[in-house]
Structures are given as C-alpha cells and as structure tokens.
C-alpha cells in the first residue's frame, strides 16, 4: 500500500504536523476529518475576530480582524495543502469583501463609531463585534467550500461565493441569536 503524506491542522493549538495515510483508505474519510478541523478552526477564527472587534480605536479593529482573516486563509491552505501567498490572499480577501460591501461597510461605520465619546464607544462595543464575527465565519465557510472543491487562491473568484456568504452570514448570525454557548462546541452543519 502506498503512503501519501498529508499535512493537517490541530484544532486545539491551530499549528500544522505531518501525517501519512494510506491512499487506498476512505478519502471520504479524510475528507470528512479535514473538514471538521477546517470548520474549527473558521469558528474559533471567527470568535478571535469578534474578541478583535472590542478593540476601542478605531479602524486598528478592521485592520486586525482583516489580519486575523488573512491568518485563518494562511492556516485554511495548509489544512488543504493549496500553496499561500500573503499578497494574493490579502487580494482575494479584499475581493471578497468587496463583494459583501454591506458587512464590510458595516464594519467601517462601526469602528468610526467608536471616534463618539461614551455613546458611540457603547453603539460599537455591540456591533462591531457581531459584524467581525460574521464576516470572518462567512469568508472563512466559503473558502473550505472551494478548497473541498480542488480549487486555489489563483482561481477564486468572489463573486461566485456571494450568495454563499450570504448564506453563512445568515446561518452564523441566527446561530449566534438562537443557540445558548454549549460546552460540549457540537454544532449542526449543513452541506
């Protein structure tokens, strides 16, 4: 039997190790696992972000969350073995964004928000971190959707994911209204 290495990443620290597996087991199998690592590690990018948007000065927030996204993508191509360029996937992130303008000026209406003594501080302190949340849980769900897909950073084109995104930030945002925090982190996912 042939031994094909594969590079995954740990839910619990977030950093890459090396494995084999065997290329005439279940690739549904492996599949299945990438994925639930993937989908762990885009929810707990997803809370960082929201953690991220807390921050008081304003747009220092966008930046970071935008510096915590471009990590998850970093992280997210190692998981699926797709080569990274931090240029490219700033672009594509941005592209991204683009194509969500609403949550992406959301956010920058939110984090000028904060510029307001007292009012404006409390106004942002809870939007900016429900929009970081959702943007970074969207963005993320549609790149382990195209990298399932046997796609790259080099053929991602976001205007194909727009309803996609919309569909994640709408599943993220009534997730986060809906389901009290659970300690046991099981969630229901669709395909």
Do not use: C
């Amino acid at each position: 039997m042939a031994q094909k290495p594969t590079a995954s990443v740990s839910p619990e620290t977030g950093e890459a190790t090396a494995a084999t597996s065997s290329t005439t087991s279940g690739t549904a199998e492996t599949n299945g696992h990438r994925e639930e690592v993937a989908s762990k590690l885009v929810e707990r990018f997803a809370i960082w972000s929201g953690v991220a948007g807390l921050i008081p000065i304003p747009f220092v927030d966008v930046a970071t969350v935008g510096g915590l996204q471009i990590q998850m993508l970093r992280r997210l191509s190692q998981i699926y073995n797709v080569e990274f360029s931090e240029n490219r996937g700033k672009a594509v992130i941005a592209g991204l964004g683009g194509s969500m303008i609403p949550a992406a000026s959301g956010m920058g209406a939110a984090s000028a928000l904060k510029a307001v003594p007292l009012l404006g501080m409390l106004a942002a302190g809870f939007v900016m971190p429900v929009l970081s949340a959702g943007a970074s849980y969207a963005i993320g769900k549609a790149f382990i959707q195209h990298f399932e897909s046997g796609g790259t950073l080099l053929d991602f084109n976001p205007p194909d994911y727009r309803e996609f995104v919309k569909a994640q930030k709408a599943m993220w945002e009534s997730r986060s209204k809906t389901s009290p925090p659970s300690s046991t982190g099981a969630t229901a996912t669709s395909s």
